[in-house]
C-alpha cells in the first residue's frame, strides 16, 4: 500500500505541533512574576503560542512538500508548469481562516489590556524620569512636597501608576517581573499600571536604544511591606533629599552649611541614580564610587569632571555615559555648590 504524500505531512505536522507547543510552554520565558498584571500577559503569551505554531508548521509543512512533490525531475527542465488560475473555494477559505483567527486574538488581547489597565482605589503615583542614562522617581509627599529620588520603592499589594517621561531622547521603562513596558518620549507624559505582588529587588530596564550608555540605563525597584515603605518614605524624604516648591536658591542659614547642603540636594537629584556617595547617601553604579574616587582630588580636578566629563576617563569606564552638558543643565552656582560640597566629602 502507498502511503499518499498529503497523509504523512498532516502526521508530520500534527507530532511537529504538539512537540514544538510542549516545548513552548515548557520553557520559562519570563523571571518570576512580581506583580498582579503578570499572569494574564503569561497566559496571553502562552494562548499566542499554541496558535502560532501550528501555523508555522504548517507552512513549513506545505513548502516541504511542494518541493518532495512537484520538484523538477530530469527530463523536465524546459517544462512549464499546468497553467491553473484561481480557486473560489480555497481562496474563501485561506482569507476567512486568518481573519476570524485575528479578530479573535485582537479581541481577547484587548480584554487582557483593559483588565491590566484598569483604574483602582488606592493608587500609588510614581513619577519616573528616563535621561541619559538614569532613571529618577518623585513621590508626591504630604503638603505639596515631593520626594526627588533613584530608588524605586514599592509597597507590596498597592496599585502603581507611573507616570513616565523622558528628558532627551526617547527610552523605555520595563520591569520584566512586572511584564510592564511603556515608552518614555519626551514631551509628553506615558503611563502604565502594576500592582506589585511579590517582596524582593526586580531589575528596571531601559529597554530603547537611547545611546552610548543604554546596557547600563538599569535601577531597582524595590518591593517591601506597606510599613516598610511608610518607614523609607520619611527616612528619604529628610530635608537635604527634598526638592520643596519653589524653595530652590535656599537663603537664610549660615553660608558655609548652606552651600553644601544645597550641593549634596543637587548631587542626591542630578548625580545618584550613577554614582554611589556614601555621604549623599546615593548607590548608582553606572560610573565610579565616588566615596573613594575623589580622593585627593582638589576643587578645579572636580570641577572639569563635571563639567567636562571626557577630558579624562576614570580607568574600566566609557567615555559618553556621563551627561557632558551639566554647565548648560545647572545654573553656576550648582556647580559651585556641588564642587564645594564634593571637595568637602572628599577629603
Ligand atoms: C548617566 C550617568 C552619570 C551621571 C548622571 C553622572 N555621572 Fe559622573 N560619571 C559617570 C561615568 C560613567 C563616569 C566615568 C567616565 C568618565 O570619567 O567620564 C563618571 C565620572 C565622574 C567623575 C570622575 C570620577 C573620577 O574617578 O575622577 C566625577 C567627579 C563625576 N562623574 C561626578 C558627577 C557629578 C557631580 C554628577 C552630577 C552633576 C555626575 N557625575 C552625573 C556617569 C554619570
Ligand atoms: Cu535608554
Given amino acids: 500500500m502507498r502511503r499518499h504524500p498529503v497523509a504523512v505531512m498532516v502526521v508530520v505536522g500534527a507530532i511537529a505541533s504538539a512537540l514544538g507547543i510542549a516545548i513552548a510552554l515548557i520553557i520559562d520565558w519570563f523571571p518570576a512574576d512580581a506583580a498582579k498584571q503578570a499572569k494574564p500577559i503569561d497566559t496571553l503569551y502562552d494562548v499566542l503560542m499554541i496558535v502560532s505554531v501550528p501555523i508555522f508548521v504548517g507552512v513549513v509543512c506545505v513548502i516541504l512538500l511542494s518541493v518532495w512533490q512537484f520538484r523538477m525531475r530530469p527530463g523536465q527542465e524546459r517544462q512549464d508548469g499546468p497553467p491553473i488560475h484561481g480557486n473560489t473555494r480555497l481562496e474563501v477559505f485561506w482569507t476567512a481562516i486568518p481573519a476570524i483567527m485575528l479578530v479573535s486574538l485582537c ?20 513619577q519616573v524620569t528616563g535621561q541619559q542614562f538614569a532613571w529618577r522617581y518623585a513621590y508626591a509627599l504630604d503638603g505639596g512636597r515631593t520626594l526627588e529620588t533613584t530608588e524605586l520603592v514599592l509597597p507590596k499589594d498597592r496599585p502603581i501608576l507611573f507616570k513616565v517621561r523622558a528628558i532627551d531622547v526617547i527610552h523605555d521603562f520595563w520591569v520584566p517581573a512586572f511584564r510592564v513596558k511603556i515608552d518614555a518620549v519626551p ?30 540605563m538599569r535601577s531597582t525597584a524595590r518591593v517591601v511591606t506597606p510599613a516598610a515603605y511608610t518607614s523609607w518614605i520619611a527616612r528619604a524624604s529628610r530635608p ?6 519653589g524653595a530652590a536658591g535656599g537663603g537664610d542659614a549660615s553660608a558655609g552649611g548652606d552651600a553644601a547642603a544645597a550641593g549634596r540636594e543637587t548631587f542626591v537629584s542630578n548625580c545618584g541614580s550613577c554614582h554611589t556617595l ?11 564610587d565616588l566615596t573613594s574616587a ?54
Avoid: W
Avoid at 537635604?240 to 516648591?245: D, I, K, S
Fill in 187 to 216: 514631551g509628553m507624559t506615558t503611563e502604565v499600571r502594576a500592582t506589585p505582588t511579590r517582596i524582593g529587588r526586580f531589575e528596571v530596564v531601559c529597554a530603547e536604544l537611547c545611546g552610548l550608555g543604554h546596557a547600563v
Fill in 294 to 347: 575623589l580622593r585627593g582630588q582638589s576643587e578645579a580636578e572636580i570641577r572639569e569632571d563635571i563639567v567636562d566629563p571626557d577630558a579624562k576617563i576614570t580607568e574600566g569606564f566609557q567615555p559618553g555615559v556621563m551627561p557632558s552638558n551639566f554647565s548648560e543643565t545647572l545654573t553656576a552656582e550648582q556647580i559651585d555648590g556641588l564642587v564645594t560640597y564634593l571637595a568637602s566629602v572628599s577629603r
Fill in 240 to 245: 537635604a533629599a527634598v526638592a520643596g516648591g
Fill in 107 to 126: 479581541s481577547y488581547a484587548y480584554t487582557v489590556l483593559r483588565d491590566i489597565e484598569e483604574k483602582e482605589p488606592n493608587t500609588l503615583v510614581v
Fill in 278 to 288: 556614601a555621604d549623599a547617601g546615593t548607590s548608582g553604579t553606572v560610573g565610579p
